[in-house]
T-cell receptor
Framework: DAGVIQSPRHEVTEMGQEVTLRCKPISGHDYLFWYRQTMMRGLELLIYFNNNVPIDDSGMPEDRFSAKMPNASFSTLKIQPSEPRDSAVYFC?????????????FGPGTRLTVL | RKEVEQDPGPFNVPEGATVAFNCTYSNSASQSFFWYRQDCRKEPKLLMSVYSSGNEDGRFTAQLNRASQYISLLIRDSKLSDSATYLCVVNGNTGFQKLVFGTGTRLLVSP
């Protein structure tokens, strides 16, 4: 059974460019989460969706970041324009919100470097 | 104050040692508690949930003290393969699904 799939795995871009990260959650999961991880700040929740609807985007750093979930099997996180301080590992995770179903399954992450 | 605080380590221990990690959380309304494990350059994975009565899974024992808002993880008979970063996790105050992660405690087990 496939886990959470993220693409690309690595992205190197120049400051000012648009970056789009993609995520396919585990089939049947109704929650999807986007996290950012850095050495200094650890793992931070950016936004999460329930049944494709954004529930909490309070972690999105600023207007340069946007996330969408057009259907149950696909989500994107976009950074436009990108800045060097956006360099981090971005994880997507999904979970099933049934009783007791709080375990979040993480994808392998996208390692973003903005030059 | 951070919502979840952990000693970053690293903890350097020999194989076979017993090691304990601690974590404190600030939100007294938190209801769910977990330990996740993250290997170098990999994604976090659930190690175990933490229950009020304490729970054990093989060599791993987790304890919760709600009064002190304190969570612990004990690893007995450490193996080389236990080397990883251990993340303390609690649910946030806006729903059970929103999790807050500590910055992790790094464990290095040597031969």
């Amino acid at each position: 059974d496939a886990g959470v799939i993220q693409s690309p795995r690595h992205e190197v871009t120049e400051m000012g460019q648009e970056v789009t990260l993609r995520c396919k959650p585990i089939s049947g999961h109704d929650y999807l989460f986007w996290y950012r991880q850095t050495m200094m700040r650890g793992l931070e929740l950016l936004i999460y969706f329930n049944n494709n609807v954004p529930i909490d985007d309070s972690g999105m750093p600023e207007d340069r970041f946007s996330a969408k979930m057009p259907n149950a099997s696909f989500s994107t996180l976009k950074i436009q324009p990108s800045e060097p301080r956006d360099s981090a590992v971005y994880f997507c995770a999904s979970s099933f919100g049934g009783a007791g179903g709080y375990e979040q399954f993480f994808g392998p992450g996208t390692r973003l470097t903005v030059l | 104050r951070k919502e979840v605080e952990q000693d970053p380590g690293p903890f350097n221990v020999p194989e076979g040692a017993t090691v304990a990690f601690n974590c404190t959380y600030s939100n007294s309304a938190s209801q769910s508690f977990f330990w996740y494990r993250q290997d170098c350059r990999k994604e976090p994975k659930l190690l175990m949930s933490v229950y009020s009565s304490g729970n054990e899974d093989g060599r791993f024992t987790a304890q919760l003290n709600r009064a002190s808002q304190y969570i612990s993880l004990l690893i007995r008979d450490s193996k080389l393969s236990d080397s990883a970063t251990y993340l303390c996790v609690v649910n946030g105050n806006t729903g059970f699904q929103k999790l807050v992660f500590g910055t992790g405690t790094r464990l290095l087990v040597s031969p």
